[in-house]
């Protein structure tokens, strides 16, 4: 996991400026939807992030520069009185309701640390809120959950101990880390060096209506497993509601999308194809864009012949709720997102849904007047081009933030240390939406129940079997100005889709705009 280090990484604190983006403000149109719609934001947002920079990138260190010193895990037994920590995170609903109960009972379990958790909005209010703390470092939370694209900024920023430092510091914990998914402990590695010490991780998942599939006579035990299998059961649908299948009469697209790049990394991921330069910034610094590929092409490529073709309802990235509404309203059925939204679809279909659970009450809505029962819905992992399951580590990571409170760190160690407990990973499953990162979680008897027994469990085993066949290897993008480039290929994705814009000319505009993000960086950084 680590290796030896003869001096200690640089923690200067660095000046950076985010790009940040604002929330759309939500419309309920449709009592009838609200719960289903909502459920993005309750699960803490899938796919937004902020970014940064700085003077000197400490990514260019490697893992023989990780200093147990740096990690000063011994430091809280020195304490005289209990030690308080502050977590920032971006969450709503369940997910929130799960790591308000997580930091509960480990403050109940002991008495050395108090743990506080701070609410801070979106993402990219918490990143903003940050970025600016940076100069105050003891206006900085002890551990942040940051958004996963994000691990470029945090190395930069000269905040974040590493957790292979903890880890060095710590030789037991290793087992809790070598226990963990390959794929997790890469996708949150540069160098060889691990970052986050704890993880919250998603993956895409495709929903389906079942009712639909049946109608077109589609076979819902075989959920289609490719962009192509995608295309043929939307036309299908399509076919069968021209032909005058009662049951999809109110179908107006078969499959719907919201219009984010993230599918498209994962499509492009899951093809072990890199999207920048230098092993897709694991061995270095990214400064040089490889979106020019075939298989970026090919992915803009299925999603014009849909839209062309009237088989898919693009929706724009700012519109957060339209594609959850269509699949709530069965205007569409076929949708991808994210898993993490698992439970609360669950719970709504099942009327167990509560206004707390989805921050209802904040909205005016009375969660008693939402009707979603007679849907019938199927989960399954994420398609890709070749086949599903395959692609990149979505979620939060959770960051030991350098304070130079020594007893802090300890204290922040402990805490990760117990949520990645296996009791603690299965609750993280079960009520948060996240899936189990650890393989004894995953073969844990009560889990292994519930995935087996329940409809919500089936729908969660059906990703978490998913992430086993991440690439350990190819474990997707680090890239430093990540918000830009989410920002040019939504865009792009708009323009190609609904502005009727040609492919190849997005394409290598993109590219080109992209390339300057990726220079801007660099010289920001000094790299």
């Known amino acids: 996991m680590t290796s030896t280090r003869t001096e200690p990484i640089d923690t200067r604190q660095l000046a950076v400026n985010p790009m940040t983006r604002r929330r759309p403000a939500l419309r309920i149109a449709l009592a009838s ?35 147990a010193a740096d990690c000063p ?23 929130r309701a799960t790591l308000e109960a997580t930091a509960d009972e480990f403050n109940k379990s002991q008495s050395k640390v108090h ?84 993880f919250s991780v998603n ?63 994962n499509w492009v991921t899951g093809a072990g194809v890199a999207m920048v330069n230098n092993d897709n910034g694991r061995s270095g610094l990214a400064t040089k864009s490889e979106m020019d590929s075939k298989e970026v092409k090919d992915g803009f490529t299925w999603l014009k012949t849909m839209t062309d073709e009237k088989l898919l309802k693009p929706v724009p990235f700012s519109n957060t709720f339209g594609q959850l509404f269509a699949m709530a309203l069965q205007s569409s059925s076929i949708l991808i997102d994210t898993a993490t939204a698992i439970p609360t679809v669950d719970a709504a279909i099942s009327g167990t849904l509560k206004n707390e659970d989805i921050g209802a009450e904040d909205l005016g809505i009375d969660l008693s007047t939402v009707k979603v029962d007679t849907l019938q819905i199927g989960v399954g992992a994420g398609p890709g081009f070749k086949e599903a399951g395959k692609g990149q580590i979505g979620g939060a990571a959770w960051y030991i933030v350098n304070r130079d409170k020594p007893e802090s760190i300890a204290a922040v160690w402990e805490f990760t240390k117990f949520s990645n407990d296996v009791a603690q990973q299965v609750r993280w499953t079960l009520d948060g939406g996240y899936l189990p990162v650890r393989k004894a979680a995953r073969k844990d008897k009560a889990l292994e ?72 960086y660099q010289k920001d950084v000094g790299g």
């Open 115 to 198: 743990v506080s958790v701070e609410s801070q909005g979106s993402y990219e209010e918490m990143q903003k809120k940050y970025t600016d703390a940076m100069a105050t470092p003891e206006a900085l939370p002890d551990l942040i959950l940051s958004q996963d694209t994000t691990l470029q900024f945090m190395i930069d920023s000269g905040t974040a101990i590493p957790a292979a430092a903890c880890i060095k510091a710590d030789p037991k914990s290793e087992a809790i880390y070598d226990d963990m998914e390959p794929s997790v402990i890469s996708s949150y590695s540069v160098k060889d060096v691990l970052w986050p010490a704890a």
């Open 203 to 265: 993956a895409p998942a495709l929903y389906i209506n079942m009712a639909h599939f049946k109608a077109a006579g589609l076979d819902t035990t075989k959920l289609p497993q490719t962009l192509d299998e995608l295309h043929a059961a939307a036309k299908k649908i399509a076919d069968a509601k021209a032909a005058g299948v009662p049951e999809l009469q109110g179908v107006a697209e078969p499959m719907v999308l919201r219009l984010d790049s993230a599918w498209l990394e």
């Open 449 to 520: 129940t519930e995935l087996s027994t329940t409809r919500k469990g089936q729908w969660l085993a059906a990703v978490a079997d998913g992430i086993t066949k991440f690439d350990p290897d190819k474990p997707g993008p680090v890239i430093g100005p990540y918000n830009e480039f989410r920002d040019i290929y939504r865009n792009a994705l708009e323009s190609v889709t609904l502005g009727g814009k040609g492919l190849d000319e997005t394409l290598t505009d993109s590219n080109t705009k992209f390339n300057d993000a990726l220079a801007a």
């Open 33 to 67: 939807v609200a719960a289903f719609g909502l459920i993005a934001s309750a699960c803490g947002g899938g796919t937004d992030e902020g970014n940064g920079g700085g003077d000197k990138p400490t990514s260019d260190e490697d893992s023989s520069l990780v200093n």
């Open 73 to 95: 895990v011994d430091s809280l037994e020195k304490a005289t009185a209990p030690v308080n920590i502050t977590v920032w995170h971006a969450w709503l609903g369940k997910t």
